[in-house]
């Protein structure tokens, strides 16, 4: 369980600045520090490193990611770990966190949930709505009409940033992740991809989501969708170094992208980012909030 605090933070640089924070922290953080010493390290880690998320993580997080981490990966396979939005964590989910093992779409799919639930629980960041992993395929195999009352309860364009998981499926031994972000604030559709100078992009992704986009307005609004959407490669995004990680690095797109941060996480990062998804995920709650 998490709480959050909000406090101010006041740093010099020419003048006085005073700005917001937002610093959630866990109770089993609280059972080892006071909350003087923790505010003060958080400050101290902001100030120092420039890779603020990684930093924060590694200093203040790492004794509770790893007893959590442990504890996680010495779980039996069927072992129910966590069980929120509809979803069950077992053993066997949260395992597919170690090492370089290909990370399943139980986990992805909770995490999308973590970052739904966040974001639309915290009137500074922009409202989320995701869809399910196999809603990509549904609508490049079979069409708008096969996905159209997936919307059924819900506005698309009542948000800001919607997450399309998307997982690509080549072989059995050859499954790829990659994410689509719809940006209805920017009108942007960005396809993010871990492995770009290998697969050099999906253009098929750009233009069938945003055929869905406009077949989405036409027939929830009755009206065709007016706005210019720039579809495009996110040739910036950070790159994996080998052909495991790229669900890890799916779930840190979303995460970064949902919170207006720049990604600053590389492929040396993820055995730590791995650590961190597992902690969030067995907590029920993100890091940052």
């Known amino acids: ?32 520090y006071n909350l003087t010493e923790v505010l003060l390290h958080f400050c101290r880690v902001q100030e120092e490193c420039m890779h603020e998320d990684i930093a924060f993580t590694l200093k203040l997080y790492k004794a509770d990611i790893d007893n959590t981490y442990d504890k996680a990966m010495s779980a039996g396979e069927e072992e129910k770990l966590v069980e929120k939005f509809g979803i069950s964590i077992t053993g066997k989910d949260i395992q597919s966190l170690y090492g370089t093992e290909w990370l399943n779409d139980q986990c992805i799919l909770f995490y999308m949930h973590l970052i739904q639930e966040r974001n639309n629980n915290n009137a500074n960041l922009p409202k989320v709505h995701f869809f399910h992993t196999g809603f990509y395929d549904h609508v490049v195999k079979n069409g708008y009409e096969s996905v ?10 009542k948000y800001d ?25 920017k009108h942007k559709i960005l396809y993010f991809d871990s492995l770009l100078k290998k697969t050099r992009g999906n253009k098929q992704a750009l233009v069938a989501l945003l055929g869905y986009l406009k077949d ?34 799916v779930c840190l797109f979303a995460e ?12 040396n990062d993820i055995q730590m980012m791995r650590r961190k998804i597992v902690f969030e995920i067995m907590q029920e709650c993100l890091i940052h909030q």
């Open 216 to 249: 989405e307005h036409q027939d929830k609004k009755n009206v065709p969708l007016l706005e210019n959407y720039e579809a495009e490669i996110a040739k910036e995004a950070p790159q994996q170094g080998n052909m495991d990680d790229c669900g890890v690095f």
């Open 1 to 32: 369980m998490c709480i959050t605090i909000v406090f101010l933070l006041t740093k010099k640089c020419g003048c006085c600045c005073i700005q917001f924070s937002v610093l959630p922290i866990s109770f089993l953080v609280l059972k080892y």
């Open 256 to 267: 970064y992208y949902c919170r207006n941060a720049e990604m600053t996480f590389s492929q």
């Open 161 to 185: 940033i919607i997450l399309v998981p998307i997982n690509l499926v080549a072989t059995k031994r050859m499954e790829h992740w990659t994410l689509a972000v719809l940006d209805n604030k």
């Open 148 to 157: 159209r009352r997936w919307t059924k309860q819900h506005d698309l364009f």
